[in-house]
């Protein structure tokens, strides 16, 4: 299987922006929340406990309701092939929000921020491109052929 990991550089510069955002916006709380998330995490080894610990913070903290923690689903071909990346549910896509990879530990990002990271990786990476019909990723719709999976062609939907 191929492994699609985002570069530390490029999810360094989208942790910086997400910050960059969130600075009024309970950044201390989180930093503190990923802090907590570490500290605990070298204590127990379990990538649970510690979103635990840092959930419970940032709810002590009073400003944020988060609703446990999601992963991004499992697939097999495309830009989240290999990569499991695991967060609190901040209700919101592009919050910013506690998150965890094996390869970077935990951070400060956002789902929406972190998918739309991978894509344009996987994009420059592979040369393919998303078909907007049905969601597949190939080259033949880079091209402008048809997709191979529903045989739409890009022209039909640009
Ligand atoms: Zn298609």
């Not at 960059?20 to 503190?32: S, T």
């Not at 940032?58 to 989240?80: H, I, K, R």
Request: hydrophobic letters at 30%; aromatic letters at 12%.
């Amino acid at each position: 299987m191929r492994l699609k990991g985002i570069s530390n550089a490029g999810m360094q510069r989208l942790a910086g922006t997400v910050q960059a955002q969130a600075k009024d916006d309970g950044l201390d709380a989180l930093e503190e929340a990923l802090s907590i998330a570490e500290t605990t995490y070298s204590q127990t080894r379990s990538v649970d406990e510690a979103f635990s610990a840092a959930e419970k913070h940032l709810e002590e903290d009073g400003n944020y309701a988060y609703f446990g923690v999601e992963y991004t689903p499992y697939e097999e071909t495309g830009p989240l092939s290999g990569v499991e990346m695991a967060y609190l549910n901040a209700g919101d896509t592009y919050a910013a929000t506690l998150c965890y990879t094996e390869d970077k530990g935990f951070f400060i990002s956002s789902w929406g921020d972190y998918v739309e990271n991978a894509e344009r990786q996987y994009e420059e990476e592979t040369g393919e491109r998303l078909c907007g019909y049905c969601g597949a990723w190939s080259e033949e719709v880079a091209a402008g052929q048809e997709c191979p999976s529903c045989g739409h062609a890009p022209d039909e939907w640009s």
